[in-house]
């Protein structure tokens, strides 16, 4: 596998399979739950898409915790059509008063990383 671009770098892609597909990775911090990462050639909502098609997304969230309910999870929420924007919920878990547990946005600022793969 050959690398395209530094690593890091936003719009960096590492072709396999013959460059018939592409895997890209980035880091993004939530807002309101919501992660957003912008596969595109300079990584802003402006760029050109590095990928035709999206095949597959898989986000996941840090957060050193020991507090199983504090644990963050991570969805896909949206590819745009353009495929230059990635949208990715972000939740974590609380415990109520009455010892019932559910699910709430996750902090401002928790890091979200995202792989991409695609052609």
Do not use: E
């Not at 013959?18 to 939530?30: C, E, H, Y």
């Not at 309910?69 to 939740?91: E, F, M, Q, Y």
């Not at 996750?106 to 793969?117: F, K």
């Amino acid at each position: 596998m050959a690398i395209i671009g530094g690593a890091g770098t936003p719009g960096s892609v590492y072709p396999s399979y013959g460059a018939q597909s592409k895997f890209w990775f980035g880091t993004a911090t939530t807002v309101g739950g919501i992660a957003t990462f912008y596969p595109t050639d300079d990584g802003s909502a402006s760029g050109n898409p590095l990928f035709v098609h999206i095949l597959l997304v898989l986000p996941g969230a840090t957060l050193d915790t020991t507090a199983p309910t504090a644990a963050p999870l991570t969805s896909l929420k949206a590819i745009s059509g353009d495929r230059k924007s990635i949208t990715v919920n972000c939740v974590t878990g609380i415990v109520l008063l009455a010892a019932a547990a559910t699910l709430q946005a996750a902090p401002d600022g928790t890091v979200v990383n995202c792989m991409i793969w695609g052609d």
